[in-house]
């Protein structure tokens, strides 16, 4: 099994940044991939960026160009760092892992974007 621990989520103003982070654990396929999904009351839940093992990266067209996904392998790590924030950001941020043994979700980080 795998376990995802998130970290980084607070309180910012507009046009803030914000850095968050996920720890992967466990039983790791290593063709795999990894991402971020946010959701807003009264929203589906969408991807907002996900990377595959070797750092191909795909963006949801809202944050092209302010927000950047990587990722460390050797510590099974995954960031979103977080630029010009704007309320519309404001949402619940899930790790997500994904691979051929199965599919994982972290425990969910609150960004607040808001003056």
């Known amino acids: 099994q795998v376990q995802l621990v998130e970290s980084g989520g607070g309180l910012v103003q507009p046009g803030g940044s914000l850095r968050l982070s996920c720890a992967a654990s466990?039983?790791?396929?290593?063709?795999?991939?990894m991402g971020w999904y946010r959701q807003a009351p009264g929203n589906e839940r969408e991807p907002v960026a996900t990377?595959?093992?070797?750092?191909?990266?795909v963006y949801v067209d809202s944050v092209k160009g302010r927000f950047t996904i990587s990722r460390d392998n050797a510590k099974n790590t995954v960031y979103l760092q977080m630029n010009s924030l704007r309320p519309e950001d404001t949402a619940i941020y899930y790790c997500?892992?994904?691979?051929?043994?199965?599919?994982?979700w972290g425990q969910g980080a609150q960004v607040t974007v808001s003056s």
């Open positions: 990377t595959t093992s070797r750092g191909a990266t």
């Open positions: 466990g039983s790791i396929f290593n063709f795999n991939m």
């Open positions: 997500n892992f994904r691979s051929a043994r199965g599919v994982y």
